[in-house]
């Protein structure tokens, strides 16, 4: 069955969006600081990081690239502890190998602070 209902139209009404708990300068998309998440926990595949926070792979990339604004600040500090989210399809952390749905790997974040 093919679906002719094909999200190709882009939403000029935004996505929802995620703020820096610490940071007022920080507000991107909430699909970018997922983004992010993910990458911090050592993913390197653009097309795992894509599909898992439901960006294109393009987009991933530019996330990743970016030397100005609020998503290089973000990638620079990193994802303030205690924020997750959700995701699309279960990676694999690359650090423990858990099978995770949430980023960052809680596994590895409670290691962290404990
Ligand atoms: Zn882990």
Not at 41 to 68: F, H, N, P, S, W
Not at 77 to 87: D, H, K, R, T, V
Request: net charge positive.
């Amino acid at each position: 069955m093919k679906a002719d209902a094909k999200p190709t139209r882009r939403r000029s009404r935004r996505g929802s969006s995620w703020r820096h708990p610490n940071d007022a300068q920080v507000r991107v998309p909430r699909k970018t600081a997922a983004a992010i998440a993910v990458m911090e926990m050592g993913v390197t595949d653009y097309r795992v990081i894509a599909e898992a926070v439901g960006l294109e792979v393009d987009e991933v990339k530019q996330i990743d690239l970016a030397t100005e604004g609020p998503v290089r600040r973000l990638g620079v500090q990193g994802i303030p502890a205690g924020e997750f989210f959700n995701l699309r399809t279960t990676i694999c952390c690359p650090k423990c190998g858990a099978k995770v749905t949430i980023a960052p790997c809680v596994a590895c974040s409670s290691r962290k602070t404990a």
